[in-house]
């Protein structure tokens, strides 16, 4: 089965937007005075959690994303609402979401930034790991001027020349190795960066199964064919969130095992695979995550949540997305 364009494939409306809206906006632009002034921010806390901040009185004010509109004063269902539920999504791609500020590209369906300095540093260090289990006398060389080299993007090249000066390895064999090492770690960094900008499969995981308890106590719903169609969808929502995980693992296995590096060309072409599965999964299931986490599920219209649960199925419908690495 080849997977269609996921800019096309089955469009998600948010809840609560009108029909000609385009959503989300071009900037977190809120109404509410308390949330529009510029000494505001939102932030990613060390355990992940949303950190609102009061820049001009260091207040910090831990916030469950779920429950943020009931401490910040903001009616479900609003615009404002809408905007705050996109807060965590947005903090994957910056690390300060500012009233005002540009609601990232990738949010509008546009490429994933790939990758960050931080992703080329994890992917550099996984490398030198592996190096360490055993490359033979070149990549134990390479190791060692690589240790002694200040961390960059050429820092590969750096390393070669100092091999190839001090260590008095030939320049072509040493070449070779550092321009094989460079292309791996890249693509392994890109690994890792896809995977850091996933969607927020938990935050959609936990708000189908909050719906499903709402729908399951309302008796006016609870045997309702949209409860039904829910309580199934909660069932297999963790499907690409298990699929993301089972991927990442697969890019690194083979840097954690003993001999992996005689093989540089073929890992280097199973990271950049891996790395377009998880972009895949992004692109298809971006735009219908933060939907399902912008909903409230005592207030949200049941149409809103029929179609994204209809949304949500024609997804996992999609079988190649998810196939084992």
Do not use: K
Request: aromatic letters at 6%; charged letters at 25%; a neutral charge.
């Amino acid at each position: 089965m080849i997977l269609p364009d996921p800019l096309r494939f089955d469009p998600v409306r948010f809840p609560g937007v009108g029909e000609d809206e385009p959503w989300p906006p071009p900037a977190f632009d809120f109404r509410a005075p308390w949330l529009a002034t510029p000494d505001l921010a939102f932030e990613r806390g060390a355990s992940g959690q949303i950190v609102f901040v009061r820049r001009c009185e260091s207040l910090r004010l831990v916030l469950d994303i779920e429950t943020a509109h009931s401490a910040l004063d903001v009616v479900p269902g609003s615009r404002d609402f809408r905007l705050l539920r996109l807060v965590p999504a947005a903090l994957r791609f910056t690390e300060v979401v500012t009233p005002g500020g540009e609601v990232p590209p990738p949010l509008h369906g546009q490429p994933l930034l790939l990758p960050a300095e931080h992703h080329l540093y994890a992917a550099t260090s996984a490398l030198a790991a592996a190096l360490e289990r055993g490359a033979g006398e070149a990549g134990e060389a390479f190791l060692d001027a690589l240790r002694r080299t200040p961390p960059g993007e050429a820092m590969f090249e750096m390393a070669a020349a100092r091999c190839v000066a001090l260590g008095g390895f030939g320049l072509d064999g040493v070449a070779r190795l550092a321009r094989a090492l460079q292309r791996l770690a890249r693509a392994h960094a890109e690994v890792l960066a896809a995977h850091a900008v996933q969607p927020d499969w938990a935050g959609m995981e936990r708000m189908v199964a909050a719906t499903t308890r709402v729908l399951v106590r309302d008796s006016g719903w609870s045997g309702d064919l949209i409860a039904v169609a829910i309580r199934h969808l909660g069932g297999v929502i963790a499907t690409p969130r298990l699929t993301a995980e089972a991927l990442l693992r697969a890019a690194r296995a083979p840097l954690e095992q003993p001999g992996s590096l005689e093989r540089l060309e073929r890992l280097t072409l199973d990271q950049a695979r891996l790395r377009d599965r998880l972009c895949d999964l992004a692109l298809f299931w971006s735009r219908c995550c933060a939907a399902w986490c912008s909903i409230h599920p005592e207030t949200s219209e049941r149409r809103a949540v029929e179609a994204l649960g209809r949304n949500a199925m024609r997804r996992l419908s999609l079988a190649p997305l998810y196939a084992p690495p």
